[in-house]
């Protein structure tokens, strides 16, 4: 399907979200592929690079019922096959283009201090692995220098049954996504530090007790 064509059938922050994730992608060596179909199941994207491939699914708006059974069909197809899905939220204020320095490692360093309840109940010992694809929805600067940054990521976890200190125990790896809002500044070293979470909504709903 031509992609100018295949684009119009999503919102102006999908398409945007769909673009960026391609050129990110193929920056790092990926081949990428709209609109995938196999075996029953339909995905927005999918890279491959040497035999590594993820589906991406962007999704704007609520979930509903047929939703939420769509994306878990997807992440199971994923699972099966040593494939990994990402889940992407979009957003009709995105600001793709503003980065900020060091606020991915500030919230990695938010969910290893403080890990959230939505994550700890998931597994016997839930260990954060990485944040990824952290986008800005909204930057305030505040008086005296504050920022106020609302957006969305993707926390990626081990979860851990068993005793955390024991070999062989078993450990599945997964991804949620989050949607944050809180207030950041930089300190004498130049360095980014959370001042305040305000926000922090994690969605496990795909994540199959």
Not at 59 to 86: C, L, T, V, W
Request: proline share 2%; charged share 35%.
């Amino acid at each position: 399907m031509e992609i100018k064509k295949l684009l119009r059938n999503f919102g102006k922050a999908e398409r945007q979200i769909m673009l960026d994730l391609a050129e990110k992608y193929e920056s790092l060596g990926y081949s990428i592929k709209f609109d995938y179909h196999d075996e029953g199941i339909h995905c927005d994207m999918k890279a491959e690079k040497e035999g590594n491939i993820i589906l991406f699914e962007i999704k704007e708006g609520p979930f509903d019922n047929r939703s939420r059974e769509r994306i878990e069909h997807i992440k199971e197809y994923a699972s099966q096959r040593g494939m990994k899905f990402k889940l992407v939220f979009a957003h009709q204020q995105q600001i793709p283009q503003i980065e900020v320095e060091g606020l991915k490692e500030s919230l990695e360093l938010e969910f290893t201090n403080n890990l959230p309840g939505d994550l700890d109940s998931l597994s016997t010992h839930t260990k954060v692995v990485d944040v990824e694809d952290v986008y800005i929805t909204s930057l305030k600067v505040e008086k005296g220098g504050d920022m106020q940054i609302k957006g969305s990521s993707e926390v990626i976890v081990d979860l851990i049954y068993g005793s955390e200190s024991e070999d062989g125990d078993p450990v599945i790896s997964d991804s949620f996504p989050f949607t944050f809002s809180g207030f950041w500044s930089f300190d004498d070293n130049g360095n980014l530090r959370l001042e305040e979470l305000e926000e922090l909504d994690i969605d496990t709903s795909s994540f199959e007790k």
